[in-house]
């Protein structure tokens, strides 16, 4: 059994662990951390929480699927009464009035949050560096970035301080830092987990996703938080993945396996990657797998054309952060002055050239040439997908180009950085499920499958760690 949710649940049936011991030492760990994982810590409510688990657990009830399992949530989500700040200045005060439809039905299911965790301002970067509480610091090494932008939320699961964390995804912010602190991360197929209640950076890509390292825990969350929400239009209704999918299956040998060659032969790709890359896809060869070729966008179009569009909507987005309903407020002589004040002063470098670039792309004049070519490569990039999984049932890649930079290189050179997305911001485009599995090369391998197919990526990642 992989689950560390059940073997805590385990533990508490019996007797030998209760859960106010194991909260405590939870926020203990993160208190004495340096990690800087964390926004600020919902000790208080945890540990209220955790004294009803042990009352629950004494009377003998049926545990609920996440009772008493500490977890973290990436500071992009609204919980009723706590702190909610994106990682920004500009909310650092701000307290979410309702909680997001993913957070109630992991509470509903008895899990309880002990952090809110550190992040790149409202999802935008990929090294957790532009955040307004100083960088968040790599799990394995604290001299180099965790990654971005759920960088705290990668960190503190990998450092098990949390038994999994709810992270963010818009252009790979779950699945990079996943790789970068050799955790699994999922993106779910876009539309499959509620988006109510998350801050929207591009709302076409944002996706709530679990982090973990177990797979087993990622397949039990995924099902808790799935489902059609009638605050999120763009929710579909899917079926729940069952637990057998983890049993050996001779029928993975079967799978077509896909990956893009223009991926690998890239300039940008680290040279141990690849190889571990090349050889990863040998084993599976040897294991019986067919193995096609595949080509796609290059990375730097790929890349372009993400951040053409997620400028786009974050510009747009972020309109409603101007001090006068939302937002710390810095007084003007005018409205316009108010607006001006607020948003240069209490937003960061960052977000601001995103604001700027995204209205640019939408001016008059320019919308044409820009806006409008992103959306049709992302359509492109979309038959090109529907034409790949005509003939293959999964498609492999690499996470990241490269593994994770010394902390300050990242600011110093925006465009490697906005390079490190060059592998997940097309499936982001194409709203396809992808998982990291910390696994094959050292920021782990991206497994991905057509909409909806969250099954056959699991059961997918669960043969490859066999086989490897
Ligand atoms: N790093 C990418 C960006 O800055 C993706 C971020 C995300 O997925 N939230 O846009």
């Known amino acids: ?139 394995l090494d604290k001299n180099l970035v965790p990654g971005g932008s759920s960088g705290g939320s990668a960190v503190n699961v990998a450092r098990g301080f949390t038994t999994f964390s709810i992270g963010g995804d818009t252009g790979g912010s779950i699945r990079q830092p996943s790789g970068y602190n050799k955790v699994y991360g999922l993106k779910p197929t876009y539309g499959r987990i509620s988006r109510f209640g998350l801050m929207a950076y591009a709302s076409s890509t944002d996706c709530v996703g679990p982090i973990s390292r177990s797979l087993e825990d990622i397949r039990l969350l995924i099902n808790i938080m799935s489902g059609k929400d009638s605050r999120d239009q763009t929710t579909f209704k899917s079926d729940a993945i069952p637990d057998e999918i983890f049993r050996n299956d001779p029928d993975l040998k079967k799978i077509r396996i896909g990956y893009y060659r223009n991926f690998i032969e890239s300039d940008n790709l680290d040279e141990n990657i690849r190889n571990d890359f090349i050889r990863l896809i040998g084993i599976l060869k040897e294991q019986g797998n067919a193995v096609e070729e595949l080509e796609f966008y290059d990375d730097t179009i790929l890349v372009s054309a993400y951040y053409v569009l997620a400028m786009a909507e974050t510009a747009s987005n972020l309109a409603r952060l101007d001090g006068s309903v939302y937002g710390e407020r810095v007084a003007g002589e005018s409205i316009r002055d108010q607006y001006a004040l607020t948003r240069s002063e209490n937003l960061t470098e960052e977000t601001r050239k995103r604001i700027v670039g995204g209205n640019q792309v939408l001016a008059h004049g320019y919308a044409e040439d820009i806006y409008q070519k992103a959306r049709y490569l992302r359509k492109m990039i979309t038959d090109s997908f529907n034409r790949d999984f005509r003939n293959v049932g999964i498609i492999l890649s690499p996470v990241t180009p490269n593994t994770p930079p010394l902390l300050g290189s990242s600011l110093k050179n925006p465009m490697v950085m906005y390079l490190s997305d060059a592998y997940t911001v097309g499936f982001s485009l194409g709203g396809l499920p992808a998982l990291t599995a910390p696994l094959g090369t050292d920021t782990g391998v991206q497994i991905t499958a057509e909409k909806n197919g969250e099954e056959r990526i699991l059961k997918f990642a669960k043969y490859l760690k066999e086989i490897l």
């Open 1 to 139: 059994m992989d689950s560390e949710i059940l073997k805590i649940h385990e533990a508490y049936r019996k007797g030998s662990l209760n859960c106010s011991g194991l909260i405590a030492s939870r926020i203990g760990e993160l208190e004495k951390s340096n990690h800087n994982s964390v926004n600020y810590m919902l000790s208080d409510l945890a540990m209220e929480m955790a004294a009803e688990a042990d009352d629950r657990i004494k009377s003998g009830k049926e545990l609920r699927p996440l009772e008493g399992i500490p977890f973290g949530i990436k500071d992009v989500y609204m919980l009723q009464g706590t702190s909610s700040s994106g990682s920004s200045g500009i909310l650092k005060n701000y307290k979410a009035p309702y909680t997001a439809t993913a957070i109630v039905k992991l509470l509903d299911a008895g899990a309880i949050p002990v952090a809110r965790e550190n992040c790149d301002c409202f999802g935008h970067g990929s090294s957790n560096e532009n955040s307004y509480f100083g960088p968040a610091r790599n799990a």
